[in-house]
């Protein structure tokens, strides 16, 4: 069990950037995928980004591909979501996530164990 606290949301306008913080709670970080969720009101939790435990595989939705860039830091035990260019379709909750995997970097909700409570991210036209 990790537990996950994610910081760095707020209200902001389009264009601007922002970046979002994971921090995470556990001795072994550095077995853990982590990823990137978001949820819209009325919609289903989606992905936007995750990163292998060594960091040297990333994967995004094809929404975000070229404006969020997702990176980690083992030593900190953080991973990190930066936003560039942001428009309002982006406005949601953003939730950090963790799996235990030193081979896949899952992209399914479902497989992820671990969740922070999340932080919402809100972007004014």
């Known amino acids: 069990q990790v537990q996950l606290v994610e910081s760095g949301g707020g209200l902001v306008q389009a264009g601007d950037s922002l970046r979002l913080s994971c921090a995470a709670s556990?001795?072994?970080?550095?077995?853990?995928?982590m990823g990137w969720f978001r949820q819209a009101p009325g919609k289903e939790r989606e992905f936007v980004a995750a990163?292998?435990?060594?960091?040297?595989?990333?994967k995004y939705a094809d929404s975000v591909k070229g404006r969020f860039t997702i990176s980690r830091d083992n030593a900190k035990k953080t991973v990190s979501l930066q936003m560039d260019s942001l428009t309002s379709d982006v406005t949601a909750v953003y939730y950090c996530?963790?799996?235990?995997?030193?081979?896949?970097?899952?992209?399914?909700?479902?497989?992820?164990?671990?969740w922070g409570q999340g932080t919402q991210v809100t972007v004014s036209s």
């Open positions: 556990t001795l072994s970080f550095t077995t853990y995928a």
């Open positions: 990163v292998s435990w060594n960091g040297g595989t990333t």
């Open positions: 996530a963790a799996v235990r995997s030193l081979v896949a970097v899952p992209v399914s909700a479902n497989v992820y164990a671990n």
